[in-house]
């Protein structure tokens, strides 16, 4: 075979106006409302950007609030449909840290911070990752509701399968504030819903013709 | 906050040996089998040479059996969690394709090869990537059981919500060579599981401390 048409490599990297708006931060985010409160206003830039969906992560160290990444959803920009914010913050962090293992002993806590329960896929990606706290604006329909994302097909005790991991779970922060950014997406006019249903709706389609 | 830390690109590479294997490769992969073949060689040289876990991916034309991308999974040469093989085929796929959509409309049919039931997070993974069909060596018990792997909580109706997205699935094809690669990788002293089990098993054991 002629391998000389494949691609070899695959990467994404943030727009620049994400580090803009984190100089504007405190050093430390203390609380969890701090956390929350980043996560909503770069979710809500990164839309308006046109970078990618209304969604964000930071990746955080429990114990003192110091951030080590900050991502956001780059589907568009970058062309890689797994590059959901929480993939793109946990690699960030692993790219600073040159470690593939987050809760590796001996290291500082460190959690993912999300503005709503992670996809299926971003649900497995945090698994993996070492990350042994998981802080969420919130989680239910609204997501999907408001904004005609697809989140995928997850288990019903979702909570304990992390718990089981020793992943902590924590919901319910400026969760209003959340769908709002959500219902500002929705009401967009030229919105992208980049998640394959629109390939997956003319599947089923073209098989009932 | 003082922004000068925080990494702002991250990316994987395939080792230059995947390059070389695939030049022995025919153009066309014309079979289930042909493909299958492929990804459970893949599979056994990732972990033999020590890039990663015994996993391999490919995204074949469906119909004309024509290879766009192959990726083994780099968690340990990339220091990436999230760098499974599907992922690293899906995006290798969509860097050469320029575009995040394998399913857009009047593009030819593309699946996702990969050597067992890919994990919770590539099972969101290949949701999202707008695949049509999914070949798989085989699904079961044994990966878990060979390798100490975790696959994560997949739903018992996981066919079935590949089904309603219009992603056919396939599995069963060299079952008994790709559990043979498995077995392998489980009998080597030095096999790293890298899924973070032991960072949950840690935090359990210090709970009940």
Same mark, same amino acid.
């Not at 955080?60 to 110091?66: A, D, I, K, L, Y």
């Given at each position: 075979?002629?391998?000389?048409?494949?691609? $070899?490599? %695959?990467?994404?990297? =943030?727009?620049?106006?994400?580090?803009?708006? =984190?100089?504007?931060?405190?050093?430390?985010?203390?609380?969890?409302?701090?956390?929350?409160?980043?996560?909503?206003?770069?979710?809500?830039?990164?839309?308006? @950007?046109? $970078?990618?969906?209304? %969604?964000?992560?930071?990746v955080?160290?429990?114990?003192?609030?110091?951030l080590l990444s900050?991502?956001?959803?780059?589907?568009?920009?970058?062309? =890689?449909?797994? $590059?959901?914010?929480?993939?793109?913050a946990l690699s960030l962090a692993q790219t600073r840290l040159g470690a593939?293992?987050l809760?590796?002993?001996?290291?500082?806590?460190? @959690?993912?911070?999300?503005?709503?329960?992670?996809?299926?896929?971003?649900?497995?990606?945090?698994?993996?990752?070492?990350?042994?706290?998981?802080?969420?604006?919130?989680?239910?329909?609204?997501? !999907?509701?408001? $904004?005609?994302?697809?989140?995928?097909?997850?288990?019903?005790?979702?909570?304990?399968? %992390?718990?089981?991991?020793?992943? @902590?779970?924590?919901?319910?922060?400026?969760?209003? !504030?959340?769908? @709002?950014? %959500?219902?500002?997406?929705? !009401?967009?006019?030229?919105?992208?819903?980049?998640?394959?249903?629109?390939?997956?709706?003319?599947?089923?389609?073209?098989?009932?013709?």
């Open positions: 075979m002629d391998t000389s048409a494949l691609a $070899t490599s %695959f990467g994404a990297r =943030l727009p620049d106006w994400v580090a803009a708006e =984190l100089a504007g931060v405190p050093e430390v985010l203390a609380t969890d409302e701090d956390r929350i409160r980043l996560v909503n206003r770069l979710a809500e830039r990164n839309h308006r @950007e046109n $970078t990618g969906g209304p %969604f964000a992560a930071l955080v160290e429990s114990g003192t609030g110091r900050a991502g956001v959803n780059l589907v568009l920009a970058s062309g =890689l449909s797994s $590059t959901h914010a929480e993939v793109v593939w293992d809760g590796a002993p001996g290291g500082p806590g460190l @959690e993912l911070v999300v503005n709503w329960r992670p996809c299926v896929m971003c649900y497995g990606a945090a698994m993996w990752s070492g990350v042994r706290r998981l802080l969420l604006a919130g989680d239910g329909p609204e997501v !999907e509701a408001l $904004t005609g994302f697809d989140e995928g097909p997850m288990r019903e005790d979702w909570v304990e399968q %992390f718990d089981a991991r020793g992943i @902590e779970i924590v919901r319910g922060v400026l969760r209003d !504030e959340a769908v @709002e950014v %959500f219902r500002a997406y929705g !009401e967009r006019d030229d919105a992208v819903v980049y998640n394959a249903r629109g390939a997956a709706a003319e599947a089923t389609a073209s098989r009932s013709a």
